[in-house]
């Protein structure tokens, strides 16, 4: 059952999925339905005996190309609609302990290959107005599987993050001679520099100076680009570079392979024009704010939609920037 | 839904694609097959020539 409710109280969707309550649950390793099929093992999600990257439409997903019509029908207040979407899973690797900050740059860069073709193939459905391309990793973030993936949801609406990002970026956008307020965001981040973790050619990687968690980076691309699609195959090399970094400088500064939450924001694929107003950046959540110590989003960030951070963005970014510079040495 | 989408219902596996790439991208293939229950599988291979070392 995939279905949609509208909350007119914060004017957004909440998708329902009940079957996602029988998905399987930290199965032991040698269970793991996302490795290879190995000859005369079990049958898992991937028919091959190995493979590179695999990208398959999720068993359990979050929103159907085929959902029907809600049994249940709301009101003209909160109306339903068919949880209609695809939910994709990317395997990163068929290495089952591998994770994305030791793999190659060569894989990386790959992999952004791969989300670049996901964006647009999936972005091409006439129904798909957001492609999110996302990375759930840990338990400590609930991760189900500890394989190395990651996952698409393609949204049939814009999602309320994005969105009130898009509608910021506009607003700023006509108050300041058309400029680009990510943009304008990294030039005061490169001016500034005390919060930027790594600079490549094309990218940058820093804490923003409004962070929501002790450790949240983000990445941005140096170029206006709207979207992971329109990145030069250079700007797609330098990524990987620019991720690889940061993600080692997380696991350094942490002494472990830190969980994160990692979400890609760029053009939605509803037919409107996102030129000059979407950029493409990628958003990492570790939810620790010590190696020990977790940042729960508690009742004032829940509730309230107001963070309350436990470190200021210079300090964080000071050690984070440390930790990925030794490993870049 | 697009023409794109339509193409690869269940039953439709394709051959292998040799994608379109920018400047400087690494050759990609990419093979879309369709699992027992209807559901698509996409294998995407590269030059292994590039593959270097995994850290770990």
């Known amino acids: 059952m995939n279905q949609l409710r509208w909350d007119p109280t914060l004017g957004e969707w909440v998708a329902y999925a009940t079957h996602r309550q029988d998905r399987t649950f930290l199965p032991p390793a040698e269970y793991c339905p996302l490795d290879a099929t190995k000859p005369g093992g079990f049958p898992t999600e991937v028919p091959r005996e190995s493979y590179d990257i695999v990208v398959f439409e999720n068993r359990f997903p979050s929103l159907a190309p085929d959902a029907p019509e809600p049994e249940e029908e709301g009101s003209p207040l909160t109306p339903t609609a068919p949880g209609r979407g695809i939910c994709e899973v990317v395997l990163y690797s068929d290495d089952h302990y591998a994770t994305l900050a030791g793999m190659s740059e060569e894989r990386i860069r790959n992999l952004v290959e791969v989300w670049a073709d996901r964006y647009e193939e999936l972005g091409s459905v006439d129904f798909v107005d957001y ?3 996302f990375e759930n990793k840990g338990e400590a973030i609930g991760v189900t599987l500890h394989h190395p993936h990651g996952q698409i949801y393609a949204y049939p609406f814009i999602p309320p993050r994005p969105k009130r990002e898009l509608e910021a970026a506009r607003e700023y956008r006509s108050q300041n001679e058309e400029r680009c307020l990510h943009c304008d965001l990294l030039a005061e981040e490169h001016e500034d520099g005390r919060r930027v973790v790594a600079k490549g050619e094309h990218f940058t990687a820093f804490v923003p100076f409004y962070a929501h968690f002790p450790y949240e980076a983000h990445v941005y691309a140096r170029r206006c680009a709207p979207s992971i699609a329109g990145l030069s195959g250079d700007e797609r090399w330098d990524l990987a570079r620019v991720l690889k970094r940061l993600l080692v400088g997380y696991d350094r500064l942490f002494g472990f392979s830190l969980p994160y939450m990692m979400v ?17 950046h990628i958003e ?5 704010r010590t190696a020990d110590k977790l940042k729960y989003l508690a009742g004032s960030e829940t509730g309230a939609g107001a963070y309350i951070v436990d470190a200021l963005p210079e300090q964080t970014a000071e050690a984070l920037k440390e930790a990925a510079e030794g490993a870049h040495s | 839904m697009s023409d794109r989408f339509e193409d690869n219902q269940p039953g439709q596996d394709e051959a292998p694609v040799h994608g379109a790439r920018p400047l400087g991208a690494p050759e990609m293939v990419k093979e879309r097959e369709n ?5 698509y599988i996409i294998f995407y291979s590269f030059g292994h020539d590039e593959e270097a070392r995994e850290d770990g």
């Open chain 1, 284 to 288: 990492f959540y570790p939810p620790n």
């Open chain 1, 131 to 133: 492609v999110f391309i």
């Open chain 1, 264 to 280: 890609m924001h760029q053009a939605p694929t509803d037919g409107e024009d996102y030129e000059g107003v979407a950029h493409f």
């Open chain 2, 35 to 39: 699992k027992e229950d209807g559901r």
